[in-house]
């Protein structure tokens, strides 16, 4: 019986050899790690053409909300009937600046804005029983980098420019004068 116990024990030391052997012939390899360092990006407005301007708008007896368009080269569209429109209309431009060669993303951080009756343009608060703000909205940018709209490629120099129109919302009864208000554009890289 010890013999065969001690022909056992010999048999299970020599299977744990060829265990530990087999965990010995196991092998590795290894992939690369990368990573890329983006150079910030900044977005500015151009001071020589830093508003949407819708120009000025004289109501003719509106009944209801009328829109107006300025598009991105700074062109109004149509008078709405009921308006007469003149003055001197603006697209404004943003500059871009980055890492060149790569595709950025331009996005409005509101969909639309609210122009006020700007008191101090004005020289006081709107006249009682007049509407004091306008909205406006549907930004667009002529931003196109082949059939992707809003995205804007920089050039070798990491350099790039886009001009942005919208629409104005005018209401029936709008207190006379001067309205202002802001847009707020966003860059990222796509």
């Known amino acids: 019986m010890s013999k065969i116990l001690r022909y056992a024990a010999a048999g299970v030391a020599m299977a744990s050899l060829g265990v530990a052997s087999a965990a010995n012939a196991a092998t590795t390899d290894s992939a690369d790690v990368t990573a890329t360092i983006l150079t910030a990006l900044s977005v500015d407005v151009d001071p020589a053409a830093d508003t949407l301007n819708f120009g000025t708008i004289a109501d003719g007896g509106i009944t209801a909300n009328q829109t107006i368009t300025v598009s991105t080269a700074g062109v109004r569209g149509a008078c709405p009937t009921g308006l007469i429109c003149g003055g001197t209309t603006a697209a404004p431009k943003f500059n871009v600046t980055g890492l060149g060669g790569l595709a950025v993303n331009v996005s409005f951080v ?3 804005e609210t122009l006020s009756y700007d008191t101090v343009a004005n020289g006081g608060a709107a006249p009682a029983g007049f509407n004091s703000t306008m909205t406006v909205n549907n930004f667009q940018t002529d931003a196109l980098n082949g059939a ?7 050039s070798a120099g990491g350099t790039g420019s886009f001009n942005v129109g919208g629409s104005l919302i005018v209401q029936p009864n709008m207190a006379p004068g001067v309205y202002s208000g802001t847009l707020t554009v966003s860059v990222a890289y796509n």
Request: hydrophobic share 40%; aromatic share 0%.
């Open 110 to 112: 509101n969909t639309s």
């Open 148 to 154: 992707v709209t809003n995205q804007l490629l920089l």
